[in-house]
């Protein structure tokens, strides 16, 4: 979501991949789903367009393993040389790669070199998950008791994907409810009470010792803003 923000405020195009779209099990594919990757990001670049390449899991690319097959070291090697080759023939082309992961410490040195920033993005504050309640919720039905600043301050160490599944679950609980029942022509509103249920039900997905290991990576080799 960050990645398709900065793409929207630079008008650039935004491309995004993972590794379970270049990686291929027939000899020599996923060098070429790499090649075209970047081959397509400069064809855009070449017609005016700014672009940003986001390669989710990307650990999943560029871990060194010292069991690796031949096909994920020739992966790993071209990704490095279209990441080399954005600086050749004398210009920098608009193209700018934005790489996401939950595991940094599983990176190898020479693609950690690569990035001039490495930015941890932290678990959402009261603000930010305040916000995020209301917006998922905006399309909901609420009743008027539903207290958005209560439940910011109940999910401390939650994620914003633990929010939105919070709200989901609020809704399919009542629309479930409505169908059981199937006394009235519409849902009821969604009560606090509900949300309280949920989020009893509902535990923060962060490991709390994987997230103390990430901390500790971005102290090493983070950057600021």
């Known amino acids: 979501m960050l990645a398709a923000a900065v793409a929207n405020e630079v008008d650039a195009l935004f491309m995004q991949a993972d590794a379970s779209m270049i990686m291929s099990k027939w000899l020599g594919e996923s060098e070429k789903n790499i090649a075209a990757l970047f081959e397509e990001a400069r064809r855009y670049e070449r017609e005016g367009k700014p672009v940003i390449i986001l390669?989710?899991?990307?650990?999943?690319?560029?871990?060194?393993?010292?069991?690796e097959v031949g096909g994920e070291a020739r992966a790993r090697n071209q990704l490095l040389k279209e990441m080399d080759g954005l600086q050749d023939k004398g210009r920098t082309p608009r193209i700018y790669v934005i790489a996401a992961t939950n595991k940094p410490w599983l990176l190898d040195e020479p693609f950690i070199r690569r990035f001039q920033k490495r930015i941890y993005i932290p678990?959402?504050?009261?603000?930010?998950?305040?916000?995020?309640?209301?917006?998922?919720?905006?399309?909901?039905?609420?009743?008027?008791?539903?207290?958005?600043?209560?439940?910011?301050?109940?999910?401390e160490g939650y994620s914003g994907a633990d929010i939105s599944q919070i709200c989901?679950?609020?809704?399919?609980?009542?629309?479930s409810e409505f169908f059981e029942k199937g006394k009235s022509d519409k849902p009821r509103k969604i009560t606090m009470g509900d949300f309280m249920e949920v989020v009893k039900n509902i535990k923060p997905s962060i490991n709390m010792d994987l997230l103390k290991k990430m901390m500790e990576w971005a102290r090493k080799y983070g950057s600021t803003f």
């Open 55 to 67: 390669i989710d899991e990307v650990d999943s690319l560029t871990t060194f393993r010292e069991n």
């Open 168 to 175: 989901m679950e609020v809704q399919l609980k009542v629309v």
């Open 123 to 155: 678990l959402p504050n009261y603000d930010a998950r305040l916000n995020m309640f209301k917006h998922y919720t905006k399309k909901l039905d609420l009743d008027d008791e539903v207290d958005f600043n209560e439940l910011a301050k109940l999910t």
